[in-house]
């Protein structure tokens, strides 16, 4: 019974081993970034926090205002810390699993530069005040073509192999180009309409949330997606169960995971195919999520006697996939006319994007990040304990900065219905949620520092082990035709 529900597709391999040492460099040069981008957007996020509690905290310092330090930590994560780590999986998928040469890795530094370039520019361009105002179209004109460029060079030569391998592809690599592909399409396509004359009004509404949604599902959720089936079957020591499941996830996932961001527009002056379009992919996306969901925890339900042991990766794993069905299901719920009545225009709606983001999208990349870097920099990593603290302090923070703003949500929709109440009561009544929301902000920054310092030992610890190596081999070479002792 047990083999009938296991899939009899071939997975992508994740070797045990090292990666190879000439991959080293561009793996480097996309993480090390991204490290770094992720802590300027949790610090960036908490100070948008904390000036909630507090507005007058940095209340002289006109760049560091709450409308320019909440959109610049969101666009730090999705495109310093997010972009690049789908990247590395799909690089890793392709160089290891596809079994294919590394080429151009010069592109890929040149790529890295570009990119990061580009994206300091944006973010210190969103910090002076030259933002549109469009969330996650928000950065300035003037850093789209470094990113664009950048992007292109580290991307184009991936799927062009992933192409190439399609008939034989699993649905890991199948996932992973979905994302690499649907990126610069839909960037390009929209910075393309942003300077169109005739996309004004209503129709910016509708192309800055089919951005912002198919940017978020179909971008990076099918990164994420991606990372979950290359690394559940080398954690589970199968594939993951009901591959017809699976594919019927990826052909729903890919067909209309840039069409939900629709399902926003509800009860403003659009067509009301759009809307119900929206709502439908919605629904439909939750469908995709619940196959995928049924495949793996099956699959989990058998898992190895060595993995019941901490194993950071997994944990990751796991906590990222239910926050990934809840996050899909609740997402589905909001956009029903009987809860959008209350919800919409509410910090539940933001909870909803809380979970997705940090809760599905964050720590599926944290566990790519655990599996990765020991075979990227030939070390395990050092200590068990702080990856644990990592661990606790990223799932706490997330559950209680969900669970505030779903709360608090819930509050203010309720009273938003409310004629009689005036809003300033809503207002009040929300703050504490809001004000609340600083600690859990906080254990989230204080488990991203951990998580650097355990990566800095990490590093530490492996260049030593290499000078070490190189002063053994060194110490038994041949010298002048007579061998060292």
């Given at each position: 019974?047990?083999e ?8 992508v ?7 190879d040492?000439?991959l ?8 090390g ?39 610049a ?17 799909a ?18 530094l ?19 005040g ?19 460029l ?37 960037g390009?396509?929209?910075a ?64 209309f ?24 992919s ?12 049924v495949?793996f ?23 990222g996939m ?20 209350y919800?919409?225009y ?69 009273g ?38 355990h ?9 030593s ?21």
């Amino acid at each position: 019974m047990a083999e009938t529900l296991e899939s009899k597709e071939t997975p992508v391999k994740v070797s045990s081993g090292e990666v190879d040492p000439s991959l080293r460099a561009p793996f480097l040069w996309l993480l090390g970034p991204a490290a770094v981008w992720l802590s300027v957007a949790t610090i960036l996020a908490l100070l948008g926090s904390l000036k909630l509690v507090d507005p007058r905290f940095l209340g002289t310092w006109g760049w560091l205002t709450f409308g320019r330090i909440s959109p610049a930590a969101f666009l730090s994560f999705v495109y310093g810390f997010g972009i690049p780590v789908g990247l590395s999986a799909a690089l890793w998928a392709v160089t290891k699993g596809g079994r294919l040469p590394l080429l151009g890795r010069r592109w890929c530094l040149a790529s890295s530069f570009l990119w990061n370039v580009g994206l300091w520019g944006g973010i210190t361009g969103v910090l002076a005040g030259e933002s549109r105002s469009l969330s996650w179209l928000g950065l300035p004109t003037f850093s789209l073509p470094s990113l664009g460029l950048g992007y292109l060079l580290s991307a184009g030569w991936l799927v062009a192999a992933l192409v190439s391998r399609w008939e034989e592809a699993s649905l890991a690599l199948r996932f992973l180009l979905l994302g690499l592909v649907w990126i610069p399409w839909a960037g390009g396509a929209a910075a393309l309409m942003l300077h169109d004359p005739a996309v004004r009004g209503v129709a910016m509404g509708s192309l800055e949330w089919w951005f912002n949604d198919g940017l978020l599902y179909a971008g990076l959720g099918a990164f994420a997606l991606g990372i979950v089936y290359l690394l559940a079957p080398s954690s589970l020591g199968r594939p993951l169960a009901f591959s017809g499941l699976g594919r019927l996830a990826f052909w729903t996932w890919a067909l209309f995971a840039n069409l939900a961001g629709t399902a926003h527009l509800v009860g403003g002056p659009f067509p009301l195919w759009m809307v119900s379009l929206g709502v439908s992919s919605r629904f439909l996306l939750w469908v995709a999520a619940v196959a995928v969901g049924v495949g793996f925890w099956v699959a989990a339900r058998r898992l190895p006697a060595e993995k019941r042991e901490w194993d950071p990766s997994w944990h990751f794993l796991r906590f990222g996939m239910s926050s990934f069905l809840v996050a899909a299901g609740l997402g589905a719920l909001l956009v029903l006319p009987a809860w959008s009545r209350y919800v919409h225009y509410t910090v539940l709606e933001e909870a909803q994007l809380v979970l997705f983001l940090y809760g599905f999208l964050g720590m599926t990349f944290f566990s790519l990040l655990y599996a990765l870097l020991p075979q990227l920099l030939g070390r395990p990593w050092p200590s068990p304990t702080l990856s644990k603290v990592h661990f606790w302090l990223s799932s706490y923070g997330i559950s209680f900065l969900v669970g505030l703003l779903a709360v608090g949500g819930l509050f203010q929709g309720v009273g938003l219905d409310e004629p009689d109440l005036p809003v300033h009561d809503v207002i009040v009544l929300l703050l504490p949620f809001l004000r609340s929301a600083a600690a859990p902000a906080t254990a989230l920054l204080a488990g991203h520092a951990v998580f650097g310092l355990h990566l800095l030992w990490l590093i530490l610890e492996s260049g030593s082990s290499r000078r070490g190596d190189e002063e053994t081999a060194l110490a038994h070479a041949d010298i002048e035709g007579v061998r060292t002792p």
